[in-house]
T-cell receptor, first 115, second 107 residues
């Protein structure tokens, strides 16, 4: 199957700082990438959908000014958590969709801890 | 009502046992369904798609009941390596995930 990478795999930061998470599709071009968040023992929740070359579409309740998404190329999308707070601590997972397909391929996730 | 609901379990079964669990979905117009597997602190991995007629992949069998709006997953001859959380996923314009059913297979 297709390979999606994320970097970093885990990060600890202080409250008030910003954190950037990268999501890359390694062996295919991804026109669409998705960002999810998962709190312990809860389901993955879609935060936003990013399309290469256009603005991301955010789900209801997700602050676009706090979670900045940039999908600058067909292989890279970034999520920046601005002014992070402890309640932003979570498992952030991206996924990519192959141009003609509907299956999503998930990255390994980034565990963010804000102290 | 949540879009996708699952019994969280855990289901603790001995090796070799059969375990089955369901997932209900709220949108009667949903057409596309999947089961994903998620290991602790890892990303979800696609286990199998769920087809209207039901489908089998080795020891795993998935069924869809549109009338009652649920899908099921059955695991036969459980292995220790089957221990994981199984996520029910409904694909409408986006993927909607259940919170998962935890299965623990013991030796």
């Amino acid at each position: 199957g297709a390979v999606v990478s994320q970097h970093p795999s885990w990060v600890i930061c202080k409250s008030g700082t910003s954190v950037k998470i990268e999501c890359r599709s390694l062996d295919f071009q991804a026109t669409t990438m998705f960002w999810y968040r998962q709190f312990p023992k809860q389901s993955l929740m879609l935060m936003a959908t990013s399309n290469e070359g256009s603005k991301a579409t955010y789900e209801q309740g997700v602050e676009k000014d706090k979670f900045l998404i940039n999908h600058a190329s067909l292989t890279l999308s970034t999520l920046t958590v601005t002014s992070a707070h402890p309640e932003d601590s979570s498992f952030y997972i991206c996924s990519s969709k192959i141009r003609q397909g509907y299956e999503q391929y998930f990255g390994p996730g980034t565990r963010l801890t804000v102290t | 009502r949540k879009e996708v609901e699952q019994d969280p379990g855990p289901f603790n079964v001995p090796e070799g046992a059969t375990v089955a669990f369901n997932c209900t979905y709220s949108n009667s117009a949903s057409q596309s369904f999947f089961w994903y597997r998620q290991d602790c602190r890892k990303e979800p991995k696609l286990l199998m798609s769920v087809y209207s007629s039901g489908n089998e992949d080795g020891r795993f069998t998935a069924q869809l009941n549109r009338a009652s709006q649920y899908i099921s997953l059955l695991i036969r001859d459980s292995k220790l390596s089957d221990s994981a959380t199984y996520l029910c996923v409904v694909n409408d314009y986006k993927l909607s995930f259940g919170a998962g059913t935890t299965v623990t297979v013991r030796a």
